[in-house]
C-alpha cells in the first residue's frame, strides 16, 4: 500500500527566508505528483503537477523536484512571505488505473514571520 | 483550470440526521470525487462518481452511510446520513482536468460539518 509521508510537520520561518518541504512515497510505481496549499478551514489551491517522467516543475516563487526512484519530492519556495503560511500537501496518483485516486501525505503547517 | 462551488459552506447537525451536500463544476467532467479530512487529518477518498452509474466506494465506506448522486456531467450529491459527531469533518469534492502538463486534480471549498 502507498504511504506518503511530509517532513516537517510544521515549521516557522522568518520573513524572506527560503522554504524546503519534503516528501517521500513508498511505491515509487506513480503517474504523478501534486502539491497543494491549503488555508485554514478552506479547500485545496493545485500548486504544481509534476509527471512521473519529469524531475521539476517551476512556477514563480515555487519549484517542485521529483526523484521517482528514491520516492522524493521537494518543494521550495523561495523568498518567503507571510501570505504563504499556510498548510502544504503533497499527493501521489499511483497509475493510470487510479484516476483521482490522491494519496495524500498528512501535510507541513508553515508560518511565516513578518 | 476548473471552478468548483460546494452548498453548503458548512452545517451544524444533529446527531441521528442527514446531510446533502452539493458540489457544481463549471465544465462538463466525467468522475467527480468525494473526500473527507477530519480534523488534524489529511484527506481520504470516499468515492468516486460517475455520471450514469453508481459510485464507486473505497474501503471503509458504504453506499448506506453515504449515498452519492450524479444526475449530469456537472453536478454530484454527497449525503451524510445518521450522523454521529464521528462524521465532523470537512468534505471536498474534486475533479480532474486533462492539460498538456498532465492530469491534474481541483478541488471545491469544501464543506465544513459539525455534529452534535
Known amino acids: 500500500k502507498q504511504e506518503v509521508t511530509q517532513i516537517p510537520a510544521a515549521l516557522s520561518v522568518p520573513e524572506g527566508e527560503n522554504l524546503v518541504l519534503n516528501c517521500s512515497f513508498t511505491?515509487?510505481?506513480?503517474?504523478?505528483l501534486q502539491w497543494f496549499r491549503q488555508d485554514p478551514g478552506k479547500g485545496l489551491t493545485s500548486l504544481l503537477l509534476?509527471?512521473?517522467?519529469?524531475r521539476e516543475q517551476t512556477s514563480g516563487r515555487l519549484n517542485a523536484s521529483l526523484d521517482k526512484s528514491s520516492g522524493r519530492s521537494t518543494l521550495y519556495i523561495a523568498a518567503s512571505q507571510p501570505g504563504d503560511s499556510a498548510t502544504y500537501l503533497c499527493?501521489?496518483?499511483?497509475?493510470?488505473?487510479?484516476?483521482?485516486?490522491?494519496?495524500f501525505g498528512a501535510g507541513t503547517q508553515v508560518v511565516v514571520t513578518p | 483550470s476548473a471552478v468548483i462551488s460546494q452548498k453548503p459552506s458548512r452545517d451544524i447537525c444533529q446527531r441521528g440526521t442527514s446531510l446533502t451536500i452539493q458540489c457544481q463544476v463549471d465544465?462538463?467532467?466525467?468522475?467527480m470525487f468525494w473526500y473527507r479530512q477530519q480534523p488534524g487529518q489529511s484527506l481520504t477518498l470516499i468515492a468516486t462518481?460517475?455520471?450514469?452509474?453508481?459510485?464507486?466506494?473505497e474501503s471503509g465506506f458504504v453506499i448506506d452511510k453515504f449515498p452519492i448522486s450524479r444526475p449530469n456531467l456537472t453536478f454530484s450529491t454527497l449525503t451524510v446520513s445518521n450522523m454521529s459527531p464521528e462524521d465532523s469533518s470537512i468534505y471536498l469534492c474534486?475533479?480532474?482536468?486533462?492539460?498538456?502538463?498532465?492530469?491534474?486534480?481541483?478541488f471545491g471549498p469544501g464543506t465544513r460539518l459539525t455534529v452534535t
Open positions: 474534486s475533479v480532474e482536468a486533462f492539460r498538456t502538463s498532465g492530469t491534474e486534480q481541483y
Open positions: 511505491d515509487s510505481a506513480i503517474y504523478n
Open positions: 509534476i509527471q512521473s517522467s519529469q
Open positions: 499527493a501521489v496518483q499511483k497509475t493510470t488505473d487510479s484516476w483521482g485516486k490522491l494519496q
Open positions: 465544465s462538463q467532467v466525467t468522475m
Open positions: 462518481a460517475n455520471q450514469g452509474s453508481e459510485a464507486t466506494y
